[in-house]
């Protein structure tokens, strides 16, 4: 995730810009810059770091400019510095681009340009876009733009200057958002509507594969083609608070919803057509990946949950031994480790004390460590020795959501592939997981389609004080997080059990007060964990079960279910969380409690 704005009008640009982007801060603060048209040229500031540097170093400059375009940086291709920051300049400098999103296809674009003499200037994707506009200069603007939409594969929102036509600001969108302004003799570029808000009301919401001719006399929106293309304006009437959350009541409910993009996002140029699992950033190819004799996997709290489902799949395809540790105690029980070992340490901050001691100590005695963040070039992220980015874009609720589940795929990815370099897994097997994974966005938004349904559920609870989710096999993970997501936001006791192991004492806990939520995805262990159920039905407790589609067993069995999209039983955590979060969501908010702030927590934990 990354912001942009860009105003074409009558007032100095940088009034508009730089306001705008600290609105857009929560889509990224790593680096922000802007780019104005003075005269026949285009000039820029930029800076590594929050707008508040950018706004330092602007210091009463570019007060006359009346076209501009600006960004607020969320890395994902260069680390965060002043040479990567955006906007990226094209050709000589006669072309500015500012880009949300991560163009796939971007190495042999760039092979492609750097034959053809363009000289580039940072470690991004963006980068080549400014170029290939530049390479298209005989070309009205507009056309250059859709030209480059055709060629560049990825999600994309962008908009562009270029110094032949003042005055015109030109904007693309596939993938990523991208919402127009149209003011009084000025018109507005954004990713939100907060940025723009003040401004107008007057928003036109632009569609993927649309480009837009944005001047101070309106907007213009055609297909690829160059077609007008009907894009009414819409008045919003919204006040700033409700549009930095998209309409939604929280920045909990906001993320829970934006998962599919997560997902989508996280997995964009990892899955080759072929059916192969493509993870550039890991020198583990081949021999590499057949050195390691086991596995471990480290992390807290919901990252730890997240490991959980790591065990399963990394042991299930590579059939490496994989051990998952909390992260505080790891290096206090002396484990095993030498140069034969992968430590896999996950950290949606990358700045969790004890993941960061625990990487460090897997490193010290002679481990390989892959990191798994959503920061990049957060502590754990330089100190790995190789990183596996999430890209679910920052996360202001402090109860994680959206980057859980990107985590989630990213370790899935990373089996696969350790399993595909290891040869334990078949060329087939592969194709037809890979297959299932890309499913995993369209039937997640399926589930959010139907959230009303847990909201209803949730009602029922509101004064229920004891919980027990259980789950077996890999739907441990899922168990495990639903109960954290409950304790943690709505203040009720909500303990995690393997579904087996609580007739070995929690058991004696179970009575008509206590709701069992019970995970129970289709699969090897559906019947054993079934049996469970019965086992606390028979002790009076009321059963929520998770199940699949078309699991009538186990709706006979329920007091309430909940459906799910069928997937393959590894994958189905990344479905079966969905409902859980809305539930502890529904339950908090019943309750009346700040779901974003929850009490006596905090989003990053840097002390041990
Ligand atoms: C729960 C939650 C925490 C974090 C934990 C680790 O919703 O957010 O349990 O998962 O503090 O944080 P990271 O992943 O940043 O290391």
Redesign the pocket.
């Given at each position: 995730m990354c912001g942009i704005v860009g105003y074409v009008g009558p007032r100095p640009a940088r009034d508009i810009i730089v306001p705008g982007l600290e609105r857009l801060e929560y889509r990224g603060y790593d680096s922000a810059g802007i780019a104005v048209l003075e005269g026949d040229h285009i000039v820029t500031e930029r800076r590594a770091g929050r707008i508040e540097a950018l706004k330092g170093a602007l210091n009463g400059r570019f007060t006359d400019a009346t076209t501009g375009i600006g960004h607020t940086r969320w890395a994902t291709h260069g680390p965060p510095t002043e040479r990567n920051a955006h906007p990226h300049l094209g050709g000589k400098g006669e072309v500015a681009v500012v880009h949300n999103g991560i163009i796939e296809n971007h190495a042999s674009l760039r092979a492609e340009l750097v034959a053809e003499g363009f000289e580039f200037r940072s470690d991004t994707d963006t980068e080549v876009l400014a170029h290939l506009v530049a390479a298209l200069d005989d070309r009205p603007l507009a056309e250059a733009v859709r030209e480059v939409m055709r060629r560049a594969e990825g999600a994309l929102a962008v908009a562009v200057m270029r110094t032949d036509e003042p005055g015109v600001i030109v904007a693309a969108r596939r993938g990523s958002p991208l919402v127009l302004g149209v003011g009084d003799g000025e018109a507005f570029v954004a990713s939100d509507m907060p940025a723009i808000l003040e401004h107008t009301r007057e928003m036109v919401v632009v569609d993927d594969d649309c480009v837009a001719i944005v001047t101070a006399d309106g907007v213009i929106v055609t297909d690829l083609d160059g077609a007008v293309v009907d894009a009414p304006s819409r008045t919003v009437d919204w006040d700033l608070e409700a549009a930095e959350k998209g309409g939604f009541d929280d920045f909990m409910l906001k993320e829970i919803h934006e998962q599919p993009t997560a997902i989508r996002d996280t997995l964009r140029g990892r899955l080759d057509p072929a059916g192969r699992v493509v993870l550039d950033e890991l020198p583990l190819g081949g021999r590499a990946a057949r050195s390691f004799d086991k596995v471990f996997v480290v992390?807290?709290?919901?990252?730890?949950h997240a490991a959980m489902m790591a065990k399963y799949a990394i042991e299930r395809w590579t059939r490496l031994p994989v051990e998952i540790d909390i992260a505080s105690e790891f290096r206090y029980r002396d484990p095993v480790l030498d140069e034969h070992t992968l430590v896999v340490g996950?950290?949606?901050?990358?700045?969790?004390a004890d993941?960061l001691a625990a990487t460090r100590y897997a490193k010290a005695q002679g481990a390989f460590v892959v990191a798994v963040?959503n920061v990049v070039d957060s502590s754990i992220a330089r100190d790995a020795d190789a990183v596996l980015y999430t890209r679910s874009g920052p996360e202001i609720g402090?109860?994680?959501?959206k980057?859980?589940i990107a985590q989630l795929v990213v370790l899935q990815l990373l089996a696969l592939f350790l399993a595909q370099e290891r040869g334990s897994i078949s060329a087939g097997r592969i194709v037809g997981l890979v297959e299932a994974i890309d499913k995993l966005p369209g039937q997640v938004e399926e589930i959010l389609g139907r959230a009303n349904e847990f909201e209803a559920l949730a009602e029922k609870w509101q004064d229920v004080n004891d919980f027990f989710f259980l789950g077996r096999g890999v739907s441990c993970a899922t168990a495990a997080e639903g109960a954290?997501?409950l304790k943690?936001i709505s203040y009720a006791r909500a303990e995690y059990y393997p579904a087996g192991e609580m007739k070995h004492g929690p058991i004696a806990l179970i009575d008509d007060e206590v709701v069992v939520v019970g995970v129970i995805p289709q699969g090897d262990l559906h019947a054993k964990a079934l049996a469970n159920m019965e086992e606390m039905r028979a002790r009076d407790a009321s059963t929520l079960l998770v199940l699949t589609d078309g699991d009538t067993e186990g709706q006979e069995l329920a007091d309430h279910s909940i459906l799910l999209p069928r997937t393959e039983e590894l994958l189905s955590p990344v479905l079966g969380v969905v409902p859980l979060q809305l539930l502890s969501y529904w339950i908090a908010k019943g309750r009346g409690l700040d779901v974003d702030k929850p009490r006596n927590?905090a989003?990053?934990?840097t002390v041990e």
């Open positions: 992390a807290c709290g919901t990252s730890y996950i950290s949606q901050s990358g700045e969790t993941t963040t402090v109860a994680a959501t980057t859980f954290l997501k943690e927590l989003k990053t934990v």
